[in-house]
C-alpha cells in the first residue's frame, strides 16, 4: 500500500498495520534489529551550579560527544508544556486544514505531511513543521493562525530559547577563549522545527530522520520523555537519554569550523517506537546567510593553520541542502523577510 497525503483528510493512515513499502528503508540505512545502548555519560550540565567550570565541561562535552542536557536552565516547566501541547494540537489537525495555513512556502513556514519529503528513496516516518523565529516581531505574524494560541505559547518558548540559546554560546565562546560575545554576535537566524513521529508498527524498517548533521551554530532540543535520538560516536549508534525539562543541545557544523574543528559536530538520526509517538521541538540557532563562516582568528596560528574554507552561510546551505528540496524556500523565508 501506498501513502499518499491527498487520499485522506486525517493522520489516520499512521494506524497502519504494517509499513507501507514506500516507508521502508534500504537495508544500508534503517536501523534493522541491532540493539542501540543508551548513552548514560552525556555530560548534564546544570548551569544553576556555580562552583563548577561550566565552560570547561561544555566544551570536553562537545569535544568528546557533539552533545550535552542542561538543566536549571530557566525555562519554565509550563512554556514547555504548552509548546509541547499545541504542537500536538497542531500534529492531530485534519492534513487538509494544516495544508490551508501553508499557502505558499514564501510565507516563511513550512509544512512537511507524511509524504512530501523523501529522502534517499523512502519517507520519514515523522510529520514536520518548520518556521524562521528571530526577531520574534518579524516573524511571528507569519506563523500558524490556528491553533489560535500557537502565536502566543510558541513565542513565549522562543524567547526563552532565545535567552537560553545566548548563555550557551556565550559559555562556549569562553570556553574557546574567544572574546566575549563572539558567538551569541552571529547567531542572527533561529528556525524552529517541531517534529511528531508517530507509533510505527515495525521500527525495524523506518526512520524518523535520516542521518544527518545540523548546520546550525548550536541545536536546542526538546525531546520530552520519548527516546529516539541516536548519535555516532566511534562508528557506532548510540541512544540519547530523554530527560524530561532538560534540553538536549547539539554543535552544528558552523561551530565546528568556528572552532576549526576543535569541538565536534555528531552525525545523528532518528528512530521510532512501537509504543509510544514522540514529539519533539528542536531550535537551530543559525549565522545570518551572509555571514562568512572561517576560523576564528585567534585560534589559529602557525600550529594550528585552518583547516577550513571561509564560506557564507548561504552558500554552505546552498552546497549541502540540509533541508533537501525544501532549503531554497526556507532560505527565501530567511532572505526575503519583510516587515
Ligand atoms: O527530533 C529529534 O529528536 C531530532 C531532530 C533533529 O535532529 C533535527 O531536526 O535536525
Ligand atoms: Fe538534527
Redesign the pocket.
Known amino acids: 500500500m501506498e501513502i499518499n497525503d491527498d487520499d485522506h483528510v486525517s493522520r489516520r493512515w499512521f494506524n497502519v498495520e504494517s509499513v507501507p513499502k514506500s516507508h521502508v528503508f534500504s537495508d544500508e540505512d534503517r536501523p534493522g534489529n541491532q540493539q542501540i545502548p543508551l548513552c548514560n555519560t552525556i555530560p548534564i550540565i546544570d548551569l544553576e551550579n556555580n562552583s563548577s567550570n561550566l565552560s570547561e565541561t561544555i566544551i570536553q562535552a562537545c569535544q568528546e560527544y557533539g552533545f550535552f542536557q542542561v538543566i536549571n536552565h530557566g525555562v519554565s516547566e509550563d512554556v514547555i508544556s504548552e509548546a509541547m501541547k499545541v504542537m500536538e494540537e497542531i500534529f492531530n489537525m485534519p492534513v487538509e486544514e494544516i495544508k490551508k495555513e501553508v499557502s505558499n512556502y514564501s510565507s516563511g513556514w513550512v509544512y512537511m505531511g507524511s509524504t512530501s519529503f523523501a529522502a534517499k528513496g523512502a519517507h520519514l516516518w515523522?510529520d514536520?513543521l518548520k518556521h524562521p523565529c528571530h526577531p520574534l516581531d518579524e516573524c511571528m505574524h507569519r506563523w500558524p493562525r490556528n491553533p489560535p494560541r500557537y502565536r502566543d505559547v510558541v513565542g513565549a518558548y522562543i524567547k526563552e530559547i532565545r535567552r537560553l540559546s545566548l548563555v550557551i554560546l556565550e559559555l562556549i565562546s569562553e570556553g574557546l577563549g574567544l572574546e566575549e560575545g563572539y558567538l551569541g554576535g552571529i547567531s542572527q537566524v533561529q528556525f524552529l522545527?517541531a517534529?511528531n513521529?508517530p507509533v510505527c508498527p515495525d521500527p525495524t524498517l523506518t526512520l524518523?530522520?535520516l542521518n544527518?548533521f545540523?548546520h546550525?551554530l548550536i541545536?536546542i532540543?526538546y525531546?520530552g520523555n520519548v527516546e529516539?535520538?541516536q548519535f555516532l560516536k566511534d562508528g557506532k549508534w548510540i541512544g540519547?537519554e530523554a530527560i524530561p525539562n532538560a534540553f538536549?543541545v547539539?554543535i552544528g557544523t558552523q561551530i565546528e569550523i568556528i572552532s576549526n574543528g576543535k569541538l565536534r559536530s555528531a552525525a545523528?538520526?532518528?528512530v521510532t517506537n512501537q509504543e509510544a509517538a514522540?514529539t519533539?521541538?528542536?531550535t537551530?540557532i543559525n549565522p545570518s546567510p551572509d555571514c562568512i563562516i572561517q576560523p576564528a582568528k585567534l585560534l589559529i596560528d602557525e600550529d594550528n593553520p585552518p583547516i577550513y574554507q571561509p564560506l557564507s552561510f548561504r552558500d554552505f546551505v546552498n552546497v549541502s541542502k540540509?533541508f533537501g528540496p525544501f532549503t531554497d524556500a526556507l532560505q527565501n523565508g530567511v532572505c526575503t523577510l519583510k516587515k
Open positions: 515523522r514536520n522545527t517534529s513521529y524518523g530522520l544527518h545540523d546550525s541545536t532540543l525531546q529516539g535520538l540519547v538536549l547539539n545523528h538520526r532518528v514522540r519533539t521541538i528542536a537551530f540540509p
